[in-house]
């Protein structure tokens, strides 16, 4: 069985860039960006443990489990110029 897989969805309109998450994120799957902004390149490193979700002061994250069977619309990787 496949490990199940996390996307991390941050509203940046209602993101201060406080650094909390990626402060506290024990897998270094949210890091800051240059202007202090909470950054995600790479979302499969993210164990769903929702500590970053709990406490963001701001409610920002979500965090979205992603179903391996394509039950929820994937995103466009590969398509170019569509
Ligand atoms: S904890 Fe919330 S408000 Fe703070 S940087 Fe992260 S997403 Fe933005
Ligand atoms: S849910 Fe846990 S592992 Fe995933 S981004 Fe948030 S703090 Fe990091």
Redesign the pocket.
Not at 24 to 30: F, L, R
Not at 45 to 53: D, H, N, R
């Given at each position: 069985m496949a490990r199940k897989q996390?996307r991390?969805e941050i509203k940046y309109d209602w993101c201060k860039s406080c650094g909390i998450?990626f402060n506290?994120?024990?897998?270094?799957?949210?890091v800051g960006g240059e202007l202090g902004e909470p950054v995600?390149p790479d979302h499969s490193?993210?164990?769903?443990?929702?500590?970053?979700?709990n406490l963001c002061p701001d409610f920002a994250?979500n965090?979205v489990e992603v179903k391996p069977e394509g039950t929820e619309k994937q995103e466009k990787a590969g398509v170019e110029n569509a």
């Open positions: 996390y991390v998450c506290v994120c024990p897998t270094k799957t949210i995600v490193t993210c164990t769903g443990c929702l500590v970053c979700e994250i965090i």
